[in-house]
């Protein structure tokens, strides 16, 4: 089948390393774009994806930033949700307990309180780069600024993610959508948001989530491979993901998304 849109995560899926899309997605993505949609859908920020829409030549196309909470066609903002600064401030009050740091993350901003092994690979892996300043510095003024978190990163000891994410899903889970990638990090989004919700606030009136193809590995993707009309798995990826998933590609390290683009998409 010819899907309209293609979407697909990056991290664990599109990238093939950590940071950089292959010769070989740029090959196959490009031999499908002129009649495919092809639409990045990351918790990254803006600047981490950018490059990437510039390598694959797709700068034309909107990108969804923060699992859904921005989407962004050029520097034009089509829908932003964030966590209000209340929030934070008692998120901040809780991690002030423990051993865990806050990465702040609005627009094309991101906020630490100070470098670490964490901050420093993200820096590296997403091409962007943080302000080190004080978080109730950052709380301060973003409430002056009546702006809030697009994303939060919770950078913890295995220990200090262990207390604090059931309190936090017991306090606050009303309000977020609180995400464990491992051990050490939990990310928060705004709960009225996600990449389907995205995705679905992009399509036109001609478009139907039947039109869509989705490729993910996490369980930040779960929703969005769901309910488009394909939804395709990496190998690598979580066990609950693939179970759910109508097909499973190779590895993101061994090119699964451009892979299957190859045998399946390019006529």
């Known amino acids: 089948m010819k899907y309209k849109i293609l979407c697909s995560d990056l991290d664990g899926t599109l990238l093939s390393t950590k940071s950089d899309v292959s010769k070989n997605a740029i090959e196959q993505i490009n031999k499908i774009k002129n009649e495919t949609k092809i639409i990045l859908v990351s918790a990254r920020m803006p600047s981490g994806m950018r490059y990437i829409q510039e390598d694959l030549g797709i700068t034309e196309q909107p990108i969804i930033c923060y699992n859904g909470a921005l989407v962004l066609s050029g520097n034009t903002e089509l829908t932003s949700v964030f966590i209000p600064t209340d929030i934070l401030k008692e998120i901040y009050k809780l991690c002030s307990e423990l051993e865990a740091d806050l990465g702040l993350y609005f627009n094309n901003e991101w906020y630490v309180p100070k470098t670490s ?36 990163m919770l950078m913890c000891t295995k220990a200090s993610a262990d207390t604090l994410m059931p309190t936090l899903q017991q306090k606050l889970g009303v309000a977020l959508n609180l995400y464990r990638s491992n051990d050490t990090l939990i990310e928060i989004a705004p709960k009225s948001v996600s ?47 693939k179970a759910i998933s109508n097909y499973i590609t190779l590895e993101n390290t061994k090119d699964g998304v451009a892979h299957y683009i190859a045998e399946n998409l390019v006529i």
């Open 117 to 152: 092994l964490r901050v420093e690979k993200e820096i590296k892996y997403t091409k962007s780069t943080p302000v080190f300043q004080d978080t109730e510095h950052t709380l301060s003024n973003w409430e002056k600024r009546n702006i809030g978190a697009h994303k939060i």
């Open 195 to 241: 990449k389907l919700s995205a995705i679905k606030a992009l399509m036109k009136e001609d478009e139907t989530l039947n039109d869509i193809i989705a490729f993910g590995d996490n369980y930040n993707d779960i929703e969005m491979l769901e309910n488009v009309g394909f939804g395709v798995a990496v190998a690598n990826a979580r066990e609950e993901v």
